[in-house]
């Protein structure tokens, strides 16, 4: 089968590693536009079983990258000042830098050619006359050229949501995955961050819309921004930097799409669907598309259409799960002025581990008793 991949992300990396492995024949061939070495953000993080969902699928991968993880079994919430610490939620992080380049080693010690700095503006350079492949993968993120070109196949939605949020880092090394909130003059300024290296955090800062315009960042350079940041978050980061990677301001786009291919070319990874980074899945659920996929084909043999269908009736349910919680848990960042006014770190802590649904009380009380103990205390009726 003759692939071209657009995108040199986890999700095409997979893909292109499963495939390849399965059947060395396949004429495979990555095409990534950045160079090398140059990726944006800073650590990738896994909730609960990390890696495990790849271990029976590409055994290979699975122990290349585990070694290089950060892990930890708990959270922290930091309401104000007060710290509440919360059991039994495990995590683990890597660096996307090095976990890219991992998989970058991996594929192409498999014998699939990665063409960095290659730009593909249109779908037609891979479908042309002497040129068509029997698959394209658009593995090309959440701004995918090949879903732009295509949206209406595609069925394509994009809700822009409103709150705002800069992606730092820090030298800092911090214990658990944390999640501050700090109230200011202006509103409450939340950081997502966690340890990916040993000397190295991601630094993620989310706002309220109002609240960012309040506190002036519209008008403020990269500099000041970080400054004021930093003066914020002072007692989280000991005196360590907040550190850049070409950050911005951004709002987050919750991307859908009906359809996940158009004849012989699909949709993986961000391109297919975003999920808020508040869950911690979309590395996860980019790699699971391409095991979907991967077995859908093993399954389907030469008929790909048929395996494209295939592909998304059985990824539907699973993912459509994950991707419905993260949307309710972006929206419970978009009242977090509200919630830390009105609950105390105990409620508040409480609300965040029950926000998406799927935890109830019950649930609580295993994964943490003492916390479960504490909100009764306050509210005696769920105890009953």
């Known amino acids: 089968m003759k692939i071209r991949i657009l995108g040199a992300g986890p999700a095409g990396l997979a893909f292109a590693a499963l495939m390849k492995r399965h059947d060395p024949s396949h004429d495979i061939v990555v095409f990534e536009r950045s160079p090398r070495h140059a990726t944006w953000g800073f650590g990738v993080v896994f909730s609960d079983r990390a890696l495990e969902f790849l271990r ?195 709002n ?33 659920l980019a790699m699971e598309d391409a095991v979907a996929l991967f077995k859908a084909l093993r399954a389907g043999g030469d008929d790909v259409d048929s395996a494209l269908a295939q592909f998304q009736q059985l990824r539907m349910p699973p993912m459509k799960k994950i991707w419905d919680a993260a949307n309710v848990s972006l929206r419970w960042y978009e009242r977090m002025d509200e919630l830390v006014a009105t609950r105390s770190p105990v409620e508040f802590a409480y609300d965040y581990l029950t926000r998406t649904g799927r935890v109830d009380h019950a649930e609580v009380r295993r994964r943490d008793p003492a916390l479960a103990r504490a909100y009764e205390a306050l509210h005696p009726e769920v105890a009953s």
């Open 252 to 284: 987050f786009p919750a991307i859908w799409n009906e359809r996940w291919s158009a004849g012989r070319v699909v949709l993986l990874g961000d391109a297919l669907r975003t999920a808020h980074f508040s869950i911690g899945s979309g590395t996860r």
């Open 56 to 250: 029976a699928d590409d055994e290979a991968l699975y122990q290349l990258l585990t070694p290089h993880l950060e892990t930890w079994p708990n959270i922290t919430i930091v309401h104000g000042h007060t710290r509440v610490p919360m059991a039994g939620n495990g995590f683990a992080a890597i660096g996307r830098l090095e976990m890219l380049s991992l998989m970058h080693a991996h594929v192409e010690s498999l014998g699939v050619p990665i063409r960095f700095e290659t730009d593909v503006v249109s779908i037609d350079q891979m479908q042309g006359p002497g040129t068509e492949a029997d698959l394209v993968v658009a593995a090309d993120g959440a701004f995918s050229r090949v879903r732009s070109e295509r949206e209406a196949a595609f069925g394509t939605t994009i809700d822009w949501r409103p709150n705002k949020f800069i992606w730092y880092g820090t030298t800092k090394a911090f214990d658990t995955l944390t999640l501050t909130f700090r109230p200011t003059e202006w509103g409450v300024f939340c950081a997502h961050h966690y340890r990916y290296a040993p000397d190295r955090s991601t630094f993620l800062v989310e706002l309220q819309a109002d609240t960012w315009q309040r506190a002036g960042f519209e008008a403020m350079g990269a500099d000041d921004t970080i400054r004021l940041c930093e003066r914020v978050f002072a007692d989280d980061l000991d005196g360590h930097p907040i550190l850049s990677n070409h950050s911005h301001w951004r």
